[in-house]
């Protein structure tokens, strides 16, 4: 499976700034995704980072307040903007691939996150 | 609406027993993909087993196994002979296809304790 390296692995915020997540994987993947999961709770999907494109969002996540690019299949990158006590959560990086079936969702160590 | 429910917040087991994780889901698509992912306190998300649903047969892996019951849309998970290291938060998880794109849909966890 492929390996990911997710930075930072946590940090704690002023509300109103904002913070940029890496996560970088080992080899070439098909599909690259970001997950929330809020203190207590299940993960959620953000979004799915394209490469070269604008990310496909989920319903009540919005561009503006967490931009991501893809520059290409290996990297991505998450930003929580403008961010609020509300935004404090882990934050997962996920990627399907390289496996044969294409089935195999891999998961970053998670960035946890603190708005104070 | 796709959803995965997992009724059980809590379990727990002695060391060595057996124990049996429950998750139902709902889907209205015919060929698609179960996941049991384990969570420990450091965060890593981790795949324990997965399952086709085209597949008759269950899925296992070692001291894992799953109870896969399509009609019933039922996808229980055993972990036999318990260890200390099995304790964590379990997910199910179901993988739906949107358009051109995929993704997760996960249970909110059962968090298992394991008693020596």
């Known amino acids: 499976s492929a390996v990911i390296s997710q930075k930072p692995s946590r940090d704690i915020c002023q509300r109103g700034t904002s913070l940029t997540i890496q996560c970088q994987v080992d080899?070439?993947?098909?599909?690259m995704f970001w997950y929330r999961q809020q203190p207590g709770q299940s993960l959620t999907l953000i979004a799915t980072?394209?490469?070269?494109?604008?990310?496909?969002?989920e319903s009540g996540f919005v561009i503006d307040k967490f931009p991501i690019s893809r520059p290409n299949l290996t990297f991505s990158t998450l930003t929580v903007s403008n961010m609020s006590p509300e935004d404090s959560s882990i934050y997962l990086c996920?990627?399907?691939?390289?496996?044969?079936?294409?089935?195999?969702?891999?998961f970053g160590s998670g960035t946890r996150l603190t708005v104070v | 609406a796709q959803t995965v429910t997992q009724s059980q917040p809590e379990m727990s087991v002695q060391e060595a027993e057996t124990v049996t994780l429950s998750c139902t889901y709902d889907?209205?698509?015919?060929?698609?993909?179960l996941f049991w992912y384990k969570q420990p306190p450091s965060r890593q998300m981790i795949l324990v087993i997965r399952q086709e649903a085209y597949k008759q047969q269950n899925a296992t892996e070692n001291r894992f196994s799953v109870n896969f019951q399509k009609a019933a849309k039922s996808f229980s998970l055993k972990i036999s002979d318990s260890q200390l290291g099995d304790a964590a938060m379990y997910f199910c998880a179901l993988k739906l296809r949107q358009g051109g794109s995929e993704k997760l849909v996960f249970g909110k966890g059962t968090k298992l304790t394991v008693n020596p």
């Open positions: 980072a394209n490469q070269g494109s604008e990310a496909t969002y």
């Open positions: 996920s990627v399907t691939g390289p496996d044969r079936t294409g089935q195999l969702y891999t």
């Open positions: 889907t209205s698509e015919s060929d698609y993909y």
């Open positions: 080899s070439q993947v098909t599909m």
